[in-house]
Structures are given as C-alpha cells and as structure tokens.
C-alpha cells in the first residue's frame, strides 16, 4: 500500500501497481487515490466497511473511503460511455464481459503518481468509443484535515458522462450513529432512519446483518452544500462537507457501516473540464 501522514493521522492507499491491492479493486471504485484506511496515532484504525473487520471484502463492498465514476446511470441502469459492456470506466481502465457476463478489468489505467509534503497526486488518461478524458485525484493532509480533490477534463471528441459519488464507510457505536445535516435539507417518512427537528440523523433500530439496513434518499436543498457532523465510536466526530451541491445524494447502513453518498450527474462538453472537492475534518480522540 502506499500512505500518507503526519504525526496525527496515516491514510492508507490501495497501490494501482501493486498485485495484492488490485486485488481487493474491481470496476466500482476508481483504483487511483483510493483511501482504503484512516489512522490515527492514538485512536486506532477509524474507518469501516459493509462486511468491516473482513480484510478481503468483496471490491463492490469495498472499505475506507472510495470514491466512483458510474458506468451506468442511477436509477435506469443506462450504460455511460460504454458500448456493449465494453469500453473504459473513468479511474478503472479498459472493461468487458466476462464469460458469465460479469465485467471485468482487462486492461488497468496508467497512472503516475506524485508526491509532494503532505499531498500524493494520482494522474492518468484515458480513450475508446469516441470519448477520452484526463483525470487527476490529489489528497492532502493539513493537520487533521483530509482534502479530497479530483479534476475531470474531456479531451474526446464526444459529450462526456460525468456520474460520480463518494461513498465514505462511516464507523457505528454499537450498531448505532448519529449524523446532523443541513437544516435546509429533508428526508421522507422511512423505516431505517429518522431525522429530527433539529435535522439530526438517526438510525430507527440497530441492523442485524451485513444484508440488513436501509437505503434512502435525501432531499438535497437547492445551491446548499453537503455538511455532515458525523459520530465516531473513538473521536469527537467527523465533519465531512463538499465544495458543491449534490445532484443526488442517498444514505445507506448496515450493521457495520454507514454512508452519505453526495453525487454529481452531469456532461462536460468536448475540450472543458470539472473539478470538486471532499473535505474530513476529525475531531481528536474521545
């Protein structure tokens, strides 16, 4: 793996070239600047994952801090840049169907890597079908602070889809957390969570299994960002916030994790780009 630290905090990365961390990557998550782990020097490992301690979870359940370009749309199941499940998967590399029909990385994206004090930077291009697109993944530790910042640039000749998500794996407290989110915001009548006055999250009943937990939709306020003050079972929280307004943004548990999924679902015409950024503040150890 590679790392990143400080006296306080070392984020564990899983290594593009490395074969035992491909191992644990599939077509999900995009393999440069994947955060697999969060430790801090007091408190222990802080991050979990849907089948959380399990060193090999499946790649689609991942663990840590992932963050995706979809190859298909939500909700339509609509294939993005590919074509007859084939093609390339923005931060992947090359896919096709496997003989069973599952896909598959056939050919992993180049990356190069570079690394500065307190910042690695994650860098590669990509092309096929018509479209091309140059993508770089920078994070950096300030203290206690973890900056997540990605910048997407069309260089093909077609509209490109842009449909990504962060999918941060949130440690509970006895099957429990608690989470305050932006007063603007709301959340439909659910039977997994509930969302008071005060527009704190809360989980209805302790989820049994890794099978068993909710999913639901939050109802994003219009031009307000995504902060997020969530529990942790051995810090003070974690204030986790974006620099955009999410298009979409569910949440989902189970017995061993939970997660705010901000999206953007957008097209960036041919010679233009976008860039964003995640931001984790953790609180010092409780």
Not at 50 to 70: C, D, I, V
Not at 251 to 279: D, F, I, K, M
Request: glycine content about 10%.
């Amino acid at each position: 793996m590679l790392t990143l630290g400080n006296s306080s905090l070392e984020i564990d990365l899983l290594d593009p070239d490395n074969a035992a961390d491909c191992a644990r990557q599939g077509v999900r998550y995009c393999w440069g600047a994947y955060i697999w782990q969060v430790r801090d020097a007091r408190a222990g490992e802080l991050f979990s994952g849907a089948e959380f301690p399990n060193p090999t979870p499946l790649p689609f359940n991942g663990q840590g801090l992932p963050e995706s370009f979809r190859h298909a749309e939500f909700g339509t199941n609509r294939p993005l840049i590919l074509q007859k499940n084939r093609g390339f998967i923005i931060g992947i590399g090359e896919v096709a169907p496997d003989n069973a029909g599952e896909l598959v990385v056939t050919a992993p994206c180049a990356w190069t890597v570079t690394r500065s004090p307190g910042t690695i930077e994650f860098c590669t291009g990509q092309s096929g079908n018509g479209y091309a697109c140059q993508l770089t993944r920078q994070l950096t530790l300030d203290g206690r602070t973890l900056t997540s910042a990605t910048s997407l640039t069309n260089t093909g000749e077609r509209p490109l889809p842009l449909h990504w998500f962060a999918h941060p794996f949130f440690a509970l407290t006895d099957r429990l957390l608690t989470c305050d989110l932006p007063a603007s915001w709301g959340m439909a009548q659910n039977v997994g969570f509930a969302l008071d006055a005060a527009h704190r999250l809360t989980f209805r009943r302790r989820f049994e299994n890794i099978k068993d937990g909710h999913f639901e939709q939050l109802v994003v306020a219009r031009g307000t960002v995504l902060r997020a003050v969530v529990s942790h079972p051995k810090l003070a929280g974690i204030v986790f916030s974006t620099d955009f307004t999410p298009d979409l943004c569910p949440v989902w548990g189970n017995c061993n994790t939970w997660s705010v999924e901000p999206y953007l679902t957008t097209e960036l015409a041919p010679g233009t780009h976008r860039a964003w950024q995640l931001r984790y503040e953790f609180g010092l150890p409780a």
